[in-house]
């Protein structure tokens, strides 16, 4: 939205299942301060029409592809860290049980995805399933929870995270396990620090991305977020195998 004076500003506006999403996003950013997310300016909820207005972040760069230094992304993500919990948020839980043993049950998925060999499974699915075992999201701080390029937006030394409708209370680890895998998905040159939790993040996605794959994405979803959960499966499995000091998975890149 455009004025003749005055800065632009971001609408978005939606009823059903887009309008409650407006409503959590609207809900968690009027009650947040700081640099790393965008300003909640207004918003309205007519009738079960939700208004949501912010500020403009058209200008900003965002990735792919990331910037050389990202020193912004990483003081963002203790700044997020450090933000008190809104009340309310929905709790991250842990997960029942292993989806690496299920996937290792059923291995079509090996040969679908080439992503891996069956040899290579074999030589890793204890240690996944133990890192996996391992993976622990519950906790009081606020994680953003859908953190990948996407969602990330650089303006000069400040980066900001976008879409806050996934919101929940949980472990900070999880949000910095999300930006650690964009980066290495999305070609970042540099390596990627290692963070307490990061193989129980690595083992633990890295399989839920393949189960997802395997049981086929919503019709829905627009067929390069398929393509984009497939790469990131890819370098969730060279993440792992480096944190878990295993042999590099003999897969296909997507790309």
């Known amino acids: 939205m455009e004025f003749a004076t005055g800065p632009s500003l971001f609408v978005k506006a939606s009823e059903g299942p887009g309008g409650a999403a407006i409503r959590r996003e609207a809900a968690v950013l009027e009650a947040l301060s700081g640099s790393f997310h965008p300003h909640l300016i207004g918003f309205e909820d007519d009738d079960g029409y939700a208004i949501e207005v912010i500020e403009d972040l058209s200008s900003a760069r965002w990735p792919p592809p ?28 842990r997960p029942p049980g292993s989806t690496w043993e299920s996937l290792e049950r059923t291995r079509g998925w090996v040969g679908d995805l080439a992503v891996c060999s069956n040899r290579w499974l074999d030589a890793s699915i204890d240690a996944l399933v133990a890192a ?16 990948w390029s996407g969602n990330i937006a650089f303006q000069g030394d400040r980066c900001v995270f976008i879409d806050w409708a996934e ?26 620090p290692r963070f307490d939790g990061d193989a129980a ?39 792992v195998s480096e944190v878990l000091d295993l042999p590099t998975p003999d897969g296909v890149d997507p790309r």
């Open 66 to 93: 990331y910037p050389d230094d990202v020193g912004g992304l990483y003081d963002a993500l203790t700044e997020l860290s450090e933000h008190a919990a809104p009340a309310g948020l929905r709790a991250l839980e």
């Open 201 to 239: 993040f690595a083992s633990w996605w890295s399989a839920s991305l393949a189960s997802r794959l395997t049981r086929g994405v919503e019709s829905w979803l627009d067929p390069t977020i398929e393509q984009g959960l497939h790469q990131d499966l890819f370098f969730a499995l060279i993440w």
């Open 167 to 192: 919101a929940h209370r949980g472990a900070a680890f999880v949000d910095t396990g999300f930006a650690m895998l964009s980066l290495r998905s999305e070609g970042f040159r540099s390596t990627t």
């Open 132 to 147: 996996e075992r391992m993976f622990d999201p519950t906790g009081d701080d606020l994680v953003h929870n859908d953190l």
